[in-house]
């Protein structure tokens, strides 16, 4: 998880079911959801999972 001021990125291998979860919790503790998205793994993000590599720039 990253949290860049009011902006929360999660990133998950089983993305099924999380974005609701989070957006239940988010309303139990009283937060304003303004957008809430999934994206796809991109090809790079996919390859270093699957090769088990980290990204450093």
């Not at 009011?6 to 503790?29: E, Q």
Request: proline share 9%; net charge positive; glycine share 10%.
């Amino acid at each position: 998880m990253a949290v860049d001021g009011p902006t929360v990125r999660v990133r998950t291998t089983h993305p099924d079911g999380v974005l609701g979860h989070l957006l239940r919790i988010g309303s139990a503790a009283g937060l304003t959801v303004r957008d809430a998205t999934t994206t796809p793994p991109s090809l790079q993000t996919a390859f270093l999972t699957l090769t088990g590599r980290d990204y450093t720039p």
